[in-house]
T-cell receptor, first 118, second 113 residues
Framework: GAVVSQHPSWVICKSGTSVKIECRSLDFQATTMFWYRQFPKQSLMLMATSNEGSKATYEQGVEKDKFLINHASLTLSTLTVTSAHPEDSSFYIC??????????????FGPGTRLTVL | QKEVEQNSGPLSVPEGAIASLNCTYSDRGSQSFFWYRQYSGKSPELIMFIYSNGDKEDGRFTAQLNKASQYVSLLIRDSQPSDSATYLC?????????????FGRGTSLIVHP
């Protein structure tokens, strides 16, 4: 149980285009989803926290107009990187926290999406 | 500001030895603690969580928590080369589900044959 999928697993796009990444909890309902970014050999960086049915909360320094997050259902959140540039190339990882497990705040991670902007 | 401190390593141990990974934290309100393993190029994978003082064992892994000292550790017995990865310590909250998790930078473990 507690499986999280991401699609696509990797994407290459031209500078200036937009890219949408989907994150799905396959076998549980996730009231909260998190989006992280990780550059090579660096630590996870939390970008935003997404609660179903409400606006995402962005971490300081993360542009909300550039990284659009939608959490329309209890099993799906999307991250859209708008007008992507080479410096946006990174490993984007989502995680989901089960609504059935609030006590310990376990997160389950998706496999990640590797974005390369040319 | 909640902080989680981990030695970045690398920690190098021979195959079959015990690997000891440590983590200290600043937020006394943290009530749940997690260890994740992350292989290069992959996303983190939950190994264990612990919320009570003392030890919790799962196979070759033992998590140890000391809330008074604000210290949590992960022991890996009979280390294998396949254990070579980065290990992330993370803090969670108590009940309610509103706690935003805090991750350490991770400790790189290398198990050499």
């Amino acid at each position: 149980g507690a499986v999280v999928s991401q699609h696509p697993s990797w994407v290459i796009c031209k500078s200036g285009t937009s890219v949408k990444i989907e994150c799905r909890s396959l076998d549980f309902q996730a009231t909260t989803m998190f989006w992280y970014r990780q550059f090579p050999k660096q630590s996870l960086m939390l970008m935003a926290t997404s609660n179903e049915g409400s606006k995402a909360t962005y971490e300081q320094g993360v542009e909300k107009d550039k990284f659009l997050i939608n959490h329309a259902s209890l099993t799906l959140s999307t991250l859209t990187v708008t007008s992507a540039h080479p410096e946006d190339s990174s490993f984007y990882i989502c995680s989901a926290r089960s609504s059935g497990r609030p006590t310990y705040n376990e997160q389950f991670f998706g496999p990640g999406t590797r974005l390369t902007v040319l | 500001q909640k902080e989680v401190e981990q030695n970045s390593g690398p920690l190098s141990v021979p195959e079959g030895a015990i690997a000891s990974l440590n983590c200290t934290y600043s937020d006394r309100g943290s009530q749940s603690f997690f260890w994740y393993r992350q292989y290069s190029g992959k996303s983190p994978e939950l190994i264990m969580f612990i919320y009570s003082n003392g030890d919790k064992e799962d196979g070759r892994f033992t998590a140890q928590l000391n809330k008074a000292s604000q210290y949590v550790s992960l022991l890996i017995r009979d280390s294998q080369p396949s254990d070579s990865a980065t290990y992330l310590c993370a803090l969670g909250g108590g009940g309610g589900g509103s706690y935003i998790p805090t991750f350490g930078r991770g400790t790189s473990l290398i198990v050499h044959p």
